[in-house]
């Protein structure tokens, strides 16, 4: 079985690649360019899969990137009440995309059958659903969730049956992610950065950081950003000021390298060790819209307000 973190990062790097695209040869324009969406709808959260990339937003779009552009493929949740989705994640052997958000809403779309399983109110739970990490497939799925009232509700048989904890003082987790069933780190409302390395029992990583954290990727070592970018090293925490706007969401890719989305429009990047000056923060502004998620593969793909979709 493919592990997760070999799946985002090779798979999602060439699957996706248009057939007869020599990989380098696509990534030879390194600019973000916005392209057309056929949605005004606020879009939260963007996915790699084997078909091609994902994102999903408010009332519950879910969009699919094919050959041809953005379609729509449900526009209503998995449900179908509408509710925001605000998390979306993809299983280890890239069939299943996860997607989570308001009122419980909660479903797994298969991306080759085009078929959704509603999984809404997992074990009775309605709290707006805010983060999502999955590692494993099908019904050995390990679902991580995170809630607005600061809860961690976790599924090791593909959403049959559910575990629920609050790692910290209640806070709002605004971000979370898996390097495997039992490694997983999340952010809170309170700046705090919580990790467990038994699946089960959360403890504080080290991270007081400010008021407001969002997002989370877990590598190996965790990287966090909010106001500003924490990277864990093996001397501790390495805090970064990149820009004056506030970041969003992150990804790491294949090669090390850091991208990152903010408000304004903003879109940073920091090089990994197989690419040129590694360590290197870049930023950039390709649009006004803010930017809610970030997915690498081919292309990267960031959205956020009114639609907006950014390419790379």
Known sequence: MLDRRTYLQSAALTLA???????????????????????????????????????????????????????????????????????????DDGTQIWMAGASGALGAYDVYAAELTDHTAPDDVTDTLTALSVTGSGDEATVYLGDASGNVHVSRDGGASWTHLTPGSGATIHGLDTDDETHAALVDGTGSVFETTTGTEWERAGLDAESHLEAVAVEDEVTVVGSKVHERTDDGWRTVDVTDAALTDVAICACGGVHAVGVDGDVVHRPGEKQDEPGAWRVSSPTEATLHGVTVGHPHVAVGASGTILER
């Open 17 to 91: 690649a248009p057939a007869g695209v020599d990989y380098l040869a696509a990534m030879g324009d390194r600019r973000w360019t916005a392209v057309e969406t056929p949605t005004s709808r606020t879009l939260e959260a963007a996915v790699q899969t084997p078909v091609g990339a994902f994102a999903a937003g408010s009332n519950g779009i879910l969009l699919e990137r094919t050959s041809d552009g953005w379609t729509v493929r449900r526009r209503n949740g998995p449900s179908g009440n509408g509710n925001d989705l605000h998390a979306v994640d993809v299983d």
